[in-house]
């Protein structure tokens, strides 16, 4: 079975999505079904029925990928972790060699990245090419719209990773 890493706040997230679906929507979509057989019990052409057991396997869907996430997470607190080399769960101050644009992003597992907040996955590319770096090393990769390359100002170690605004 292939570990997934990721962060304490990762797995938490989630936890509660899976408790979610699990004791919120999974009810709520018996109860949707039940209302759309007492509406029309000829089920052929109840188009309501067969649209809510298709959110309804969808649902089911993602609470399977979940159960599977979660046991195989290899669950890592970076509120333990220090050094200063980037691995996973560093948050990493970078500039943009081209432009001078400073980006901050934390390096967590595939489940729990999200670009928008500054989270990036530990097997995208620009996360390959910062792992084993320190403060000053400057990294290149390689995007869809050709090389990039970036200087290492800082590295952290916070459980909370960057905050939007510091990302931008």
Not at 1 to 9: E, F, G, Q, S, V
Not at 63 to 79: G, N, P, T
Not at 130 to 147: C, H, S
């Amino acid at each position: 079975m292939t570990r997934l890493p990721m962060t304490t706040a990762g797995h938490s997230a989630l936890e509660q999505e899976l408790m979610h679906r699990l004791r919120v929507e999974r009810p709520r979509f018996v109860e949707r079904v039940q209302q759309a057989i007492a509406d029309d019990s000829n089920l052929v052409e109840n188009a309501e029925y067969h649209a809510i057991i298709a959110e309804q396997d969808i649902n089911e869907s993602r609470i399977a990928d979940l159960e599977d996430k979660l046991a195989r997470a290899e669950v890592i607190d970076v509120a333990k972790l220090s050094g200063d080399v980037v691995r996973f769960g560093a948050t990493v101050t970078l500039t943009d060699e081209d432009s001078d644009e400073t980006k901050v992003w934390q390096i967590v597992g595939e489940p729990e990245a999200d670009a928008n907040h500054g989270r990036i996955s530990i097997t995208s590319p620009l996360a390959r090419a910062l792992i084993g770096n320190r403060q000053g090393a400057t990294v290149e990769f390689e995007t869809p719209a050709g090389g990039k390359a970036y200087t290492v100002r800082k590295i952290e170690w916070r459980p909370e990773g960057p905050t939007r605004e510091r990302a931008a």
